[in-house]
């Protein structure tokens, strides 16, 4: 049981829109960044949004990442089925002192 | 390029050791904090541990405290991950990953097998 909860499993049509949602509580999300990594089939996660909305150089403002309280979410639009992946939110938690992921939402593009 | 390359990985019966190395290249590795990141089969990330820059702070995930030590070598641009003990729920793939407040750039992955 992961300590952030991400639904498992998302689709939609090409072209559309997504949304991924990450769930927490004030020793974590509440109260630190949070990140969001996609993972291809076979390949090495990839950070795709840093400090709840930050995107890295080279990472298409397709996507989009948002904060609210001890929440957090994940924005895709302009679906493409190059974008079928694994995406996991992580932050730290502070009443733990360690990193946490998300259990991983699998998005299917139809 | 910025890129980091683990190796060590392999089987291993329960019980044993095995010390993963991720060897650092384009990049000022002693000024980063660093993570180890598994991956069982078909399953999610979970974090493992963590290295502050200097290596004077650690943490761990609790299923791997008192068997694992993470430590680096930044003359030698290397992190490494002693592990002991290992059991078959330490079957995974193993990636090293850069940062602090968010892991910007990852390894390949070293696989690790657990078993008899």
């Known amino acids: 049981q992961s300590v952030l909860t991400q639904p498992p499993s998302v689709s939609a049509a090409p072209g559309q829109k997504v949304t991924i949602s990450c769930s927490g509580s004030?020793?974590?999300?509440?109260?630190?960044?949070v990140s969001w990594y996609q993972q291809l089939p076979g390949t090495a996660p990839k950070l795709l949004i840093y400090e709840n909305n930050k995107g890295p150089s080279g990472i298409p403002d397709r996507f989009s990442g948002s904060k609210s309280g001890t929440s957090a979410t994940l924005g895709i639009t302009g679906l493409q089925t190059g974008d079928e992946a694994d995406y996991y939110c992580?932050?730290?938690?502070?009443?733990?002192?360690?990193?946490?992921f998300g259990g991983g939402t699998k998005l299917t593009v139809l | 390029e910025v890129q980091l390359v683990e190796s060590g990985g392999g089987l291993v019966q329960p019980g044993g050791s095995l010390r993963l190395s991720c060897a650092a290249s384009?990049?000022?590795?002693?000024?980063?904090?660093m993570h180890w990141v598994r991956q069982a089969p078909g399953k999610g990330l979970v974090w493992v541990s963590r290295?502050?820059?200097?290596?004077?702070?650690?943490s761990y995930a609790d299923s791997v405290k008192g068997r694992f030590t993470i430590s680096r070598d930044n003359a030698k641009n290397t992190l490494y991950l002693q592990m002991n003990s290992l059991r078959a729920e330490d079957t995974a793939v193993y990636y090293c990953?850069?940062?602090?407040?968010?892991?910007?750039?990852w390894g390949q992955g070293t696989t690790v097998t657990v078993s008899s």
């Open positions: 384009g990049f000022t590795f002693s000024s980063y904090w």
């Open positions: 990953a850069r940062g602090r407040g968010s892991m910007d750039v």
């Open positions: 004030s020793s974590n999300i509440g109260n630190n960044y």
């Open positions: 992580g932050t730290w938690d502070s009443s733990l002192s360690l990193w946490v």
């Open positions: 290295i502050n820059s200097d290596g004077s702070s650690t």
